[in-house]
């Protein structure tokens, strides 16, 4: 799987990072969640990095202190993992690219 990276939201030492892939995914590095390795914390701000018309395909709750919780499949292909700089207190996850869908028509008035 080859990255492509797509921005980063740097603080307090952490580095939680976007990549999309050349397999129609996103790779989503963030902060480690202790009670599962196929979840992820990241801060809202990451968000504004992900490609027009599409949104992360997985199910994110809101931490209530900035930052969403999501699960996706854990990342462990070390060739996948080389072109990253992942530290200790941080994971990585794949979750879908999903096209954006508006429902409903245009608003008129």
Not at 19 to 25: I, L, S
Not at 27 to 41: I, M
Not at 57 to 71: A, E, K, L, N
Request: glycine share 14%.
């Amino acid at each position: 799987m080859e990255l492509r990276f797509l921005g980063t939201e740097t603080q307090g030492g952490g580095s939680p990072t976007l990549y999309a892939t050349d397999r129609g995914t996103y790779v989503v590095q963030g902060w480690k969640v202790d009670v599962d390795e196929q979840s992820v914390e990241i801060p809202h701000r990451l968000l504004r990095h992900v490609e027009t018309g599409s949104y992360l395909g997985s199910q994110m709750v809101d931490s209530g202190r900035g930052s969403f919780f999501m699960s996706g499949r854990a990342v462990t292909d070390q060739d996948v993992l080389a072109q990253m700089d992942i530290p200790g207190h941080e994971t990585c996850v794949e979750v879908p690219s999903n096209e954006e869908v508006w429902f409903g028509g245009v608003a008129t008035g």
